[in-house]
């Protein structure tokens, strides 16, 4: 099992930065790639940004060049910087951990972005 907790969301004027954090605990060895993805109202969960143990990074056209992922190892800890934010990225933001057999999420932080 691999335990989820996001933080860092907010409010925040449209042309704003935010960063949010995700933690994780219990077996985190078993984790590879970790990622963030999100639901606006009235929409189904889309993928954000995801980067593999490995370090690799993939993103959603719309987030390319705003937003940046980032994984610290050693805190276990995942990040999502997100810059120029827009109305339209409003949403409830969920952190996630994918293994060979496994994908857990957290809770979800809710980021809206006001114009």
């Known amino acids: 099992q691999v335990q989820l907790v996001e933080s860092g969301g907010g409010l925040v004027q449209a042309g704003g930065s935010q960063r949010l954090s995700c933690a994780a605990s219990?077996?985190?060895?078993?984790?590879?790639?970790m990622a963030w993805y999100r639901q606006a109202p009235g929409k189904q969960r889309e993928l954000v940004a995801a980067?593999?143990?490995?370090?690799?990074?993939s993103y959603a056209n719309s987030m390319k060049g705003r937003f940046t992922i980032s994984r610290d190892g050693a805190k276990n800890t995942v990040y999502l910087e997100m810059n120029s934010l827009k109305p339209e990225d409003t949403g409830v933001y969920y952190c996630?951990?994918?293994?060979?057999?496994?994908?857990?999420w957290g809770q979800g932080t809710q980021v809206t972005v006001s114009s």
């Open positions: 219990g077996r985190i060895f078993s984790i590879d790639t």
């Open positions: 980067i593999s143990g490995g370090g690799s990074t």
């Open positions: 996630s951990a994918e293994g060979v057999s496994f994908r857990s």
